[in-house]
Nanobody, 115 residues
Framework: QVQLVESGGGLVQPGGSLRLSCAAS????????MSWYRQAPGKQRELVAA???????NYADSVKGRFTISRDNAENTIYLQMNNLKPEDTGVYYC?????????WGQGIQVTVSS
């Protein structure tokens, strides 16, 4: 079993920045891909960004140029640097680490962008 714990969320004004962290309870070398998802009120959960163990990165079109995902295998942590935040970025952000037998999810962390 692996536990994923998100941190770094909160309330920020439009145009502001936040950095989310997802710390795993053991090595993340076993996860070929780790991702950030988000879910806005009344909407389906959507992929925000994903990073492979080899460094391949994908972003949702809505966050390209504003968000940066990174991975620190030594610290068993992935990050999501979010700049120029917009109200539509509001939602619960989840860390995700799939394997062939199980999907690991964090508990989620709230990000609210509002003036």
């Amino acid at each position: 079993q692996v536990q994923l714990v998100e941190s770094g969320g909160g309330l920020v004004q439009p145009g502001g920045s936040l950095r989310l962290s997802c710390a795993a309870s053991r090595t993340i070398f076993n996860f070929n891909v780790m991702s950030w998802y988000r879910q806005a009120p009344g909407k389906q959960r959507e992929l925000v960004a994903a990073i492979s163990i080899g460094g391949t990165i994908n972003y949702a079109d809505s966050v390209k140029g504003r968000f940066t995902i990174s991975r620190d295998n030594a610290e068993n942590t992935i990050y999501l640097q979010m700049n120029n935040l917009k109200p539509e970025d509001t939602g619960v952000y989840y860390c995700h680490a799939p394997t062939t037998v199980y999907d690991y999810w964090g508990q989620g962390i709230q990000v609210t962008v509002s003036s």
